[in-house]
């Protein structure tokens, strides 16, 4: 990984809370696994049902959940 990826990837972490109870040491391991996605508007990120693989944190712009037909829930 780049230094640039994992500065990148350490300032997402602190950003945010579920993380902070974490060690340095435990902030960097994670921040070497991050994968960074780029998503385009409208594509679906993971659909009800798939299987849970990941965690997901939205660090630029927003997202829409859709269950059902009934957005933003």
Do not use: W
């Not at 990984?1 to 993380?19: A, G, H, W, Y």
């Not at 070497?32 to 299987?51: H, M, S």
């Amino acid at each position: 990984m780049r230094m640039d990826e994992q500065f990148k990837n350490s300032e997402t972490i602190e950003k945010v809370p579920l993380f902070s109870c974490l060690t340095n040491k435990q902030k960097y391991a994670l921040s070497n696994t991050i994968k960074i996605l780029i998503f385009n508007p409208g594509e679906a990120i993971f659909r009800a049902g798939d299987d849970a693989k990941a965690l997901y944190i939205i660090s630029d712009g927003h997202v829409s959940i859709e269950i059902k037909g009934k957005k933003d829930l």
